[in-house]
């Protein structure tokens, strides 16, 4: 089972670079090994922290990209004025070492005892534990009913597209893209707003239960709009994220 949320138990460990897939220009999924980790569960996050040679040191939390029971991989998006995301882009190379302190949090978290339908809205790298809860469903053979809402802000930018794509129906996938789109684009466009969740979510009847996450504006408009379509505050988590 997953380690507390309380960061004041949890200790530091070394991790070493297991491997680095670019997802896109400016995104990059990094394969960690971490010989004492305690096992997470789909939607937490963890801790890393970067010491030079100074001493100087940075820490940086990072939603997991992978599911329960897989190797723990975290998805980084370059900021260009960024601290930290420009080395782990950039600079970090298999083999290399940080410390990692987790898993950490228990809200934002999915299993199939929860239930659904699911609901999963994401902003940009939000789409980062929202793609660990949807492996965890097919790795853990649920049959809950799932929807995502993928906005980016062009087809280039999307992470994680070929996998995305390979869940044909067995969860419905749509993108938004918010500055261009290709010339036969036939998915959405602009912002999410209440007329593309007219199209997308779930009945209120049917007591989905909505994770969102993104950019705090992002998520903060996207809940609004959910609860004022009748869902229930309790079910719908938020998970929002800031410079790195």
């Known amino acids: 089972m997953a380690g507390t949320a309380v960061r004041g138990r949890l200790s530091w460990q070394v991790a070493?670079?297991?491997?680095?897939?670019?997802?896109?220009?400016?995104?990059?999924?990094i394969a960690l090994d971490l010989p004492d980790w305690p096992g997470h569960r789909a939607g937490q996050h963890l801790d890393i922290r970067l010491t030079a040679e100074d001493g100087y040191s940075a820490e940086r939390s990072y939603s997991i990209a992978s599911a329960d029971g897989e190797p723990v991989n975290i998805t980084v998006e370059r900021l260009e004025d960024g601290e930290v995301s420009p080395y782990l882009t950039q600079e970090l190379r298999p083999g290399d070492q940080m410390e990692v302190r987790g898993p950490i949090g228990n809200w934002f978290t999915w299993g199939p005892h929860d239930g659904g339908p699911l609901l999963l809205i994401a902003g940009g790298s939000g789409v980062v534990p929202l793609r660990a809860i949807l492996r965890h469903r097919q790795r853990s053979r649920s049959s809950v009913p799932v929807r995502l809402l993928y906005s980016s802000r062009s087809l280039a930018d999307v992470i994680y597209r070929e996998e995305l794509d390979q869940y044909g129906r067995s969860a419905e996938v749509n993108y938004t893209l918010t500055r261009s789109q290709p010339p036969d684009w036939g998915g959405f466009s602009g912002r999410v707003d209440d007329a593309m969740l007219a199209r997308v979510a779930w009945p209120a009847s049917q007591r989905p239960l909505a994770f969102i996450c993104g950019p705090t504006p992002f998520v903060e408009a996207v809940a609004e709009l959910l609860v004022a379509r009748h869902y229930l505050s309790g079910r719908v988590k938020t998970e929002r994220f800031g410079g790195a």
Request: charged share 30%; net charge negative; glycine share 0%.
């Open 16 to 29: 070493t670079v297991a491997a680095v897939i670019e997802e896109t220009d400016s995104v990059r999924t």
